[in-house]
């Protein structure tokens, strides 16, 4: 089993940056690709980023590529996503995970965090 738990979220303005973090506990962190998810209001769950085993690989959906950047830190079993230029069509509930496969596909993914709250305002 693999525990994810997410923080940082929170309510800002437009134009605002935020750092979201993601800690895992239980089996080994290295061993899985990671993921960043977000549930808007009034829409399915959308694909936002994943990083490779040791971060030497990243893609992004086309709605956030060159605002937000994913991270991660092996040493302390951390994934990170720094959120910059925020819009209020960011707001969502945004969820990490973990998956064998490099894909973003959210099926292939065995474990989830409970999300943070991310709010922009205009």
């Known amino acids: 089993q693999v525990q994810l738990d997410e923080s940082g979220g929170g309510l800002v303005q437009a134009g605002a940056s935020l750092r979201l973090s993601c800690v895992a506990s239980?089996?080994?962190?290295?061993?899985?690709?990671m993921g960043w998810f977000r549930r808007a209001p009034g829409k399915e769950r959308e694909f936002v980023a994943i990083?490779?085993?040791?971060?030497?690989?990243?893609y992004y959906a086309d709605s956030v590529k060159g605002r937000f950047t994913i991270s991660r830190d092996n040493a302390k079993n951390t994934v990170y996503l720094q959120m910059n230029s925020l819009k209020p069509e960011d707001t969502a509930v945004y969820y990490c995970?973990?998956?064998?496969?490099?894909?973003?596909?959210?099926?292939?993914?065995?474990?989830w965090g409970h999300g943070t709250q991310v709010t922009v305002s205009s």
């Open positions: 995970a973990a998956t064998i496969r490099y894909t973003y596909y959210p099926d292939n993914y065995a474990y």
């Open positions: 239980g089996r080994t962190f290295s061993s899985y690709n």
């Open positions: 990083i490779s085993l040791s971060g030497g690989s990243t």
